[in-house]
C-alpha cells in the first residue's frame, strides 16, 4: 500500500501541474506510464530472459542486448515518455478546453495499440512479465520526494507564477507578452517526464505489464486523485492520493461475494469504479475546489492552526 501510495503521488504531482497550475485538461498520463513502464522494463530485463521471454517473435536489435542500472533505466524511461509528449504537445497544444482532452485521450489509446502490436519490441500482447522488482520502498520513495521537490520549487519560482497567468486568463498572458504556447508545452513534457518515471515504478512493482493495463480507466484514477484533493494544490494531490488510493484498495470487497450467515451474496464486476464516478460527480457538483481546494501546507499556516487551537482551548478552560 505505501509503494503504491509514493507512485501515485508521483502521478497525481505531474497531472496536476499540467491540468491544476497550467490550466491544460489532459488525459494522456496512461499512454505516458505505458512509455516509462516498457523502456524501463526492457532496459532492465536480463538478455537471456528476453530471449526466452520472446515466444511470438524475436525482440528485435538492439533491445534485446540493452541492459542499464535501474536508476539509468527509470531516467531513460522519463525521457522518452518527456521526448513523446513534446512531440505530442506541438500540434495538440494549439486545441484547448475539452478539445485537447478528447486529443491527448486519442494519444493514449493509440499508444496502447501500438504496443499490442510492436511485438518484436513490446512482445505485443503477451506483455512483459518477472520484470525484476527494483521499485522497492525506498526507491519510490526517493522519486516520490524527488517529484515533489522539484515541482514545488518550478512552482515557486517566476515560471510557477507565469504558469499561474496561463491557466486564469491566456488572452491576458498573452497581452502581457508570455510566450503561453512555449509555457504550456514546458509544462507538459515535465509533467510527461514525470508520468514516465511513474509508469517505470508501476511496472517494476508489480513486475508485469501488457498494453490492456494503461487503458482509459487508469487516467481516470488519477484524475480522481487531483480532483479529490484539490487542482491547483500539491498538498491536494497527495492528500487526495492517499484517500483515493487507500479506497481503492477497501473497496475491493464490492466486487467479490460477501457471505453473510447462510447466505451468500455475489459480487458486482466494475462497482468500485461506479461508487467512485458518484463520488467525483458529487465533488464536481458540491466541493469543486477538492479537499483542500488551492491552499498549500506551509510551516507557518500549520503554526497558526496551532496556535488557534491552542487559544480557544484556553479562552474555554478560562471561561
Known amino acids: 500500500m505505501l509503494n503504491l501510495i509514493a507512485v501515485n503521488a508521483i502521478l497525481a504531482i505531474s497531472l496536476n501541474l499540467i491540468y491544476g497550475f497550467t490550466g491544460m485538461f489532459s488525459l494522456a ?3 505516458f506510464m505505458a512509455i516509462g513502464a516498457y523502456v524501463t ?3 532492465i530485463l536480463p538478455a537471456a530472459q528476453k530471449e526466452m521471454m520472446y515466444i511470438l517473435e524475436p525482440m528485435m536489435w538492439p533491445f534485446s542486448v540493452m541492459h542499464a542500472p535501474f536508476f539509468i533505466a527509470v531516467v531513460a524511461g522519463g525521457l522518452v515518455a518527456a521526448l513523446v509528449g513534446l512531440l505530442m504537445a506541438l500540434p495538440c497544444l494549439k486545441l484547448g478546453g475539452d478539445y485537447l482532452g478528447i486529443a491527448t ?3 493514449g489509446e493509440i499508444i496502447r495499440v501500438l504496443f499490442t502490436n510492436m511485438t518484436p519490441v513490446t512482445n505485443g500482447a503477451l506483455g512483459l512479465k518477472g520484470i525484476p522488482a527494483y521499485a522497492n520502498l525506498g526507491w519510490n520513495y526517493f522519486w516520490c520526494v524527488l517529484t515533489f521537490y522539484v515541482i514545488v520549487k518550478l512552482l515557486s519560482s517566476n515560471f510557477g507564477n507565469t504558469l499561474r497567468a496561463v491557466r486564469d486568463d491566456e488572452v491576458a498572458a498573452k497581452a502581457m507578452g508570455i510566450n503561453t504556447f512555449r509555457t504550456k508545452t ?10 514516465g518515471v511513474g509508469g517505470a515504478l508501476m511496472g517494476s ?4 505489464i501488457d498494453p490492456k493495463m494503461f487503458n482509459f480507466q487508469l487516467t481516470f484514477n488519477i484524475l480522481m486523485f487531483v480532483v479529490v484533493g484539490g487542482l491547483g494544490s500539491i498538498t491536494g494531490s497527495l492528500i487526495g492520493t492517499v484517500v483515493i488510493t487507500v479506497l481503492l484498495e477497501w473497496l475491493r470487497f464490492v466486487e467479490d461475494s460477501i457471505t453473510i450467515f447462510s447466505w451468500e451474496f455475489a ?6 469504479m461506479l461508487i467512485f464516478s458518484l463520488l467525483l460527480l458529487f465533488i464536481i457538483l458540491y466541493r469543486r475546489e477538492g479537499i483542500i481546494g488551492g491552499y498549500e501546507f506551509s510551516w507557518d499556516s500549520a503554526a497558526r ?4 487551537i491552542f487559544r480557544g482551548k484556553g479562552a474555554r478552560a478560562n471561561g
Do not use: E, W, Y
Open 267 to 272: 459480487g458486482v464486476p466494475g462497482m468500485r
Open 41 to 43: 522494463a526492457i532496459l
Open 105 to 107: 485521450l486519442g494519444f
Open 186 to 195: 514546458i509544462s507538459f513534457v515535465i509533467g510527461a517526464f514525470f508520468a
Open 205 to 208: 512493482l508489480i513486475t508485469t
Open 305 to 308: 492552526l496551532t496556535k488557534r
Open 29 to 31: 498520463h496512461a499512454g
